[in-house]
């Protein structure tokens, strides 16, 4: 018997099914989806592999033999051998790179070959005999062996009882333990434990009920399910409070109650233990949890209950669509336009690719959920590729925040050059005194973005990174948010002696505005520097609840997904930012983001506001965000689209390359660039190539980022050559320093 096996040492340009040949003691064992370690390369070096498939004949007549496999049995199902199949031609990468991203950290080997995570287990003991036996044994023994008795009387009472527990209770040592063993009358076993992480107390409440409206959409997707082809796709738009969740728990309930699975992501670990903690109020122990934030151990016990069908919903980040749920029903994608489902490193998918995949192959309906959703999902919608519905009202019949708009051109002509206007100090003041609650939201961390000399022009610039670093008073340092690299600041200027000048306010130095605009008042900051710690989002978000905080300033972390009662105002501190940049995407950002924040306040009775400080009130994406009115961006952007021939009217490819030297850099893409557009001329294939163009940050660590933008309707053939462009780079000895990656429609 042969087996074909996808090799992790098989880099992309040599990445094929190898043939080897199965050893008789293996037969059997070794099926597709098996981990296996083989020998491979002249050196017959041993690498892992996944058996993709079986034969009783191979065209290769001197194989080499496996080694041994890594499982009893196999891991990975016929429907994920597919999915990396498809991930393979889809996002330019190996199979088994593939392979990696779908099972947690635990399952791979260190360096000794030794698996990282491992059963956990608790040595148990049980009685083997019945209970009234082992009582009449303890009476015989209380005189000459009185240990024994106790440990006897107490299993009688108890049955099964942890090592530790019955050593712990009776004084007994394990002797004592291994003698009533010898004699039969009880049994030591190992049991498995498993890692599950810490949940907050949560009481089974019923699944809330829906008004009117919720319930006109829940028919509606309903009756889609019902006459659906696999893989139907079903678009829920709705303003913030609406009451998507809700709609989302009854589907879920549904599909449970027909016994099939359901996996629901989220965009952010911080959007975890909210969505968990209702859900898990809902379903109980049938949930499960994914995302990088767990360790190691509870990811890889986590998995393993969604494999047994221990738990049938499955609720997590990017990573959880991979995750194993058997009979797949339904998959739910909220907050379906956030970046963050798309991965940055190999291989490069996007989660909500890899959903639709995974519903067409079983047969399941994929829900996708927003209060803005992305473009390219709402053009499908209306091209009625997808199912549509909204959801227009508030759940509560609450009305949407009022919202202001702020110029802080003119609050600069009067004198105020703080990050906060004097309206929204007004109205966080009023707030205070009814001992309601606030958000400021600010996507920057740090004090300040710039420090610069006001005589020379000084800039502290990262050495390793082509950006200015940020000053960190907490800290006393400056720091690159890129590679990390910090530095002490100088008194003055480093090159002239002279003042420095600080720009561009970030958390910190709002937090420290309000501390001294607000003496005494609690505020909370919630970005990438305070909750860096495992699980620290859940312990913020509970004190602020708890402790009734008055103000929380945060970055992007808080302006969506979240659900306070007490929150009815919300300042955006700098609405233009980001909106400017070179990526097609920023106003569909931008709008996004302002419309999200703009929702966390006035959620319950308490009615909200929003102030939305800017030096550009008239411009139109900020003006349709204040007014909540997606529909009308939509109709802007999508014209604006089109024009431009951006996504989704064409694909936008980015073909990346990295390298220590800019001049080998740009010598080896303008060298792809000639290649290409001779291939694609020779086979007919209408492309635009544009650059090579830098990226929006040119060097990272030292590695320069350049980029060839192709503009094109994306079609198997032009994967096929660029797949065959990216193999022969890797094989070029002029670019042997350099990496190539592919990402579609890459936008900055």
Same mark, same amino acid.
């Given at each position: 018997?042969?087996?074909?096996?996808?090799?992790?040492?098989?880099?992309?340009?040599?990445? +094929?099914?190898?043939?080897?040949?199965?050893?008789?003691?293996?037969?059997?064992?070794?099926?597709?989806?098996?981990?296996?370690?083989?020998?491979?390369?002249?050196?017959?070096?041993?690498?892992?592999?996944?058996?993709?498939?079986?034969?009783?004949?191979?065209?290769?007549?001197?194989?080499?033999?496996?080694?041994?496999?890594?499982?009893?049995?196999?891991?990975?199902?016929?429907?994920?051998?597919?999915?990396?199949?498809?991930?393979?031609?889809?996002?330019?990468?190996?199979?088994?790179?593939?392979?990696?991203?779908?099972?947690?950290?635990?399952?791979?080997?260190? +360096?000794?070959?030794?698996?990282?995570?491992?059963?956990? =287990?608790?040595?148990?003991?049980?009685?083997?005999?019945?209970?009234?036996?082992?009582? $009449?044994?303890?009476?015989?023994?209380?005189?000459?062996?009185?240990? $024994?008795?106790?440990?006897?009387?107490?299993?009688?009472?108890?049955?099964?009882?942890?090592?530790?527990?019955?050593?712990?209770?009776?004084?007994?040592?394990?002797?004592?333990?291994?003698?009533?063993?010898?004699?039969?009358?009880?049994?030591?076993?190992?049991?498995?434990?498993?890692?599950?992480?810490?949940?907050?107390?949560?009481?089974?409440?019923?699944?809330?009920?829906?008004?009117?409206?919720?319930?006109?959409?829940?028919?509606?997707?309903?009756?889609?399910?019902?006459?659906?082809?696999?893989?139907?796709?079903?678009?829920?738009?709705?303003?913030?409070?609406?009451?998507?969740?809700?709609?989302?728990?009854?589907?879920?309930?549904?599909?449970?109650? @027909?016994?099939?699975?359901?996996?629901?992501?989220?965009?952010?670990?911080?959007?975890?233990?909210?969505?968990?903690?209702?859900?898990?109020?809902?379903?109980?122990?049938?949930?499960?949890?994914?995302?990088?934030?767990?360790?190691?151990?509870?990811?890889?016990?986590?998995?393993?209950?969604?494999?047994?069908?221990?738990?049938?919903?499955?609720?997590? =980040?990017?990573?959880?669509?991979?995750?194993?749920?058997?009979?797949?029903?339904?998959?739910? *994608?909220?907050?379906?336009?956030?970046?963050?489902?798309?991965?940055?490193?190999?291989?490069?998918? $996007?989660?909500?690719? *890899?959903?639709?995949?995974?519903?067409?192959?079983?047969?399941?309906?994929?829900?996708?959920?927003?209060? =803005?959703?992305?473009?390219?999902?709402?053009?499908?919608?209306? $091209?009625?590729?997808?199912?549509?519905?909204?959801?227009?009202?508030?759940?509560?019949?609450?009305?949407?925040?009022?919202?202001?708009?702020?110029?802080?051109?003119?609050?600069?002509?009067?004198?105020?050059?703080?990050?906060?206007?004097?309206?929204?100090?007004?109205?966080?003041?009023?707030?205070?005194?009814?001992?309601?609650?606030?958000?400021?939201?600010?996507?920057?961390?740090?004090?300040?973005?710039?420090?610069?000399?006001?005589?020379?022009?000084?800039?502290?610039?990262?050495?390793?990174?082509?950006?200015?670093?940020?000053?960190?008073?907490?800290?006393?340092?400056?720091?690159?948010?890129?590679?990390?690299?910090?530095?002490?600041?100088?008194?003055?200027?480093?090159?002239?002696?002279?003042?420095?000048?600080?720009?561009?306010?970030?958390?910190?130095?709002?937090?420290?505005?309000?501390?001294?605009?607000?003496?005494?008042?609690?505020?909370?900051?919630?970005?990438?520097?305070?909750?860096?710690?495992?699980?620290?989002?859940?312990?913020?978000?509970?004190?602020?609840?708890?402790?009734? *905080?008055?103000?929380?300033?945060?970055?992007?972390?808080?302006?969506?997904?979240?659900?306070?009662?007490?929150?009815?105002?919300?300042?955006?501190?700098?609405?233009?930012?980001?909106?400017?940049?070179?990526?097609?995407?920023?106003?569909?950002?931008?709008?996004?983001?302002?419309?999200?924040?703009?929702?966390?306040?006035?959620?319950?009775?308490?009615?909200?506001?929003?102030?939305?400080?800017?030096?550009?009130?008239?411009?139109?994406?900020?003006?349709?965000?204040?007014?909540?009115?997606?529909?009308?961006?939509?109709?802007?952007?999508?014209?604006?689209?089109?024009?431009? +021939?951006?996504?989704?009217?064409?694909?936008?490819?980015?073909? =990346?390359?990295?390298?220590?030297?800019?001049?080998?850099?740009?010598?080896?893409?303008?060298?792809?660039?000639?290649?290409?557009?001779?291939?694609?001329?020779?086979?007919?294939?209408?492309? @635009?190539?544009?650059?090579?163009?830098?990226?929006?940050?040119?060097?990272?660590?030292?590695?320069?980022?350049?980029?060839?933008?192709?503009?094109? +309707?994306?079609?198997?053939?032009?994967?096929?050559?660029?797949?065959?462009?990216?193999?022969?780079?890797?094989?070029?000895?002029?670019?042997?320093?350099?990496?190539?990656?592919?990402?579609?429609?890459?936008?900055?």
């Amino acid at each position: 018997m042969f087996a074909r096996i996808a090799v992790s040492a098989a880099n992309y340009s040599i990445d +094929k099914p190898y043939d080897y040949r199965i050893p008789e003691q293996l037969e059997g064992k070794a099926g597709p989806g098996t981990r296996v370690f083989v020998p491979f390369g002249k050196g017959n070096r041993v690498s892992e592999g996944v058996v993709l498939s079986v034969a009783e004949t191979s065209d290769y007549p001197n194989c080499k033999e496996l080694i041994r496999t890594a499982e009893a049995e196999p891991l990975l199902t016929q429907e994920q051998l597919r999915l990396a199949l498809f991930m393979r031609e889809r996002y330019f990468c190996t199979v088994y790179e593939a392979v990696r991203s779908m099972l947690p950290a635990g399952y791979w080997f260190d +360096k000794t070959g030794r698996q990282r995570s491992r059963d956990k =287990t608790r040595e148990m003991l049980r009685l083997a005999v019945p209970a009234e036996e082992a009582a $009449q044994y303890a009476e015989t023994k209380l005189l000459r062996a009185p240990k $024994q008795a106790e440990v006897l009387e107490l299993l009688a009472s108890f049955e099964v009882l942890s090592v530790q527990d019955v050593m712990q209770h009776t004084g007994a040592g394990r002797p004592v333990l291994k003698r009533l063993a010898e004699l039969g009358l009880v049994e030591l076993y190992q049991q498995e434990v498993l890692r599950r992480p810490e949940l907050s107390d949560t009481e089974r409440q019923p699944i809330p009920l829906l008004n009117r409206e919720q319930r006109e959409v829940l028919h509606a997707i309903r009756e889609e399910r019902k006459g659906m082809q696999a893989g139907a796709v079903s678009l829920l738009a709705g303003v913030t409070g609406s009451g998507k969740t809700s709609v989302y728990a009854h589907l879920i309930s549904e599909t449970l109650e @027909e016994g099939h699975g359901v996996i629901l992501l989220v965009p952010e670990i911080s959007l975890t233990p909210q969505t968990l903690s209702l859900f898990s109020s809902w379903f109980g122990d049938r949930v499960a949890i994914l995302h990088s934030g767990l360790s190691s151990g509870e990811r890889y016990d986590e998995w393993k209950r969604i494999k047994r069908g221990d738990a049938k919903l499955v609720i997590g =980040t990017r990573s959880a669509v991979f995750a194993p749920v058997a009979d797949l029903g339904l998959v739910i *994608i909220d907050e379906e336009q956030e970046d963050s489902y798309a991965s940055e490193s190999v291989p490069r998918y $996007q989660a909500c690719e *890899i959903a639709r995949f995974r519903c067409i192959q079983s047969g399941a309906f994929l829900l996708l959920g927003s209060a =803005t959703p992305d473009i390219g999902s709402r053009y499908l919608a209306q $091209q009625r590729e997808y199912g549509y519905h909204r959801l227009n009202h508030r759940y509560n019949e609450q009305p949407l925040p009022a919202v202001h708009i702020v110029d802080m051109k003119q609050e600069l002509l009067q004198g105020n050059s703080s990050s906060l206007s004097k309206s929204l100090r007004d109205a966080i003041l009023e707030r205070i005194e009814r001992n309601e609650q606030s958000i400021l939201f600010l996507n920057r961390r740090g004090t300040n973005k710039l420090v610069t000399c006001g005589t020379c022009g000084y800039i502290y610039r990262c050495p390793h990174c082509s950006v200015s670093m940020t000053w960190h008073a907490n800290r006393r340092r400056m720091i690159c948010h890129y590679c990390g690299t910090s530095r002490y600041l100088d008194s003055r200027c480093p090159d002239c002696g002279g003042m420095l000048n600080f720009f561009g306010a970030g958390t910190q130095m709002v937090e420290d505005e309000l501390k001294e605009t607000f003496p005494g008042v609690g505020i909370l900051r919630v970005d990438a520097d305070s909750v860096s710690p495992v699980g620290s989002h859940q312990v913020l978000f509970q004190r602020f609840v708890e402790e009734k *905080i008055p103000l929380m300033v945060g970055t992007q972390m808080i302006a969506k997904g979240l659900n306070f009662d007490n929150v009815t105002l919300v300042g955006v501190i700098s609405a233009d930012q980001g909106l400017y940049s070179n990526d097609y995407r920023a106003g569909e950002k931008t709008f996004s983001l302002l419309t999200q924040v703009i929702g966390r306040c006035g959620r319950s009775t308490k009615p909200g506001e929003a102030y939305i400080q800017t030096y550009t009130p008239d411009n139109e994406i900020i003006r349709l965000a204040a007014q909540q009115d997606y529909e009308s961006f939509y109709e802007a952007e999508i014209e604006m689209r089109r024009m431009q +021939k951006a996504p989704p009217f064409e694909n936008w490819v980015g073909l =990346t390359a990295t390298g220590v030297r800019e001049d080998q850099l740009l010598h080896a893409l303008k060298k792809c660039r000639a290649q290409l557009e001779s291939v694609f001329a020779a086979e007919g294939e209408t492309v @635009e190539i544009l650059g090579p163009i830098p990226m929006a940050v040119v060097k990272v660590s030292d590695r320069y980022r350049y980029r060839l933008q192709l503009r094109c +309707k994306l079609n198997k053939n032009i994967r096929r050559i660029l797949a065959s462009t990216l193999i022969s780079c890797s094989q070029d000895p002029e670019m042997k320093k350099l990496s190539f990656y592919v990402e579609n429609d890459a936008s900055s």
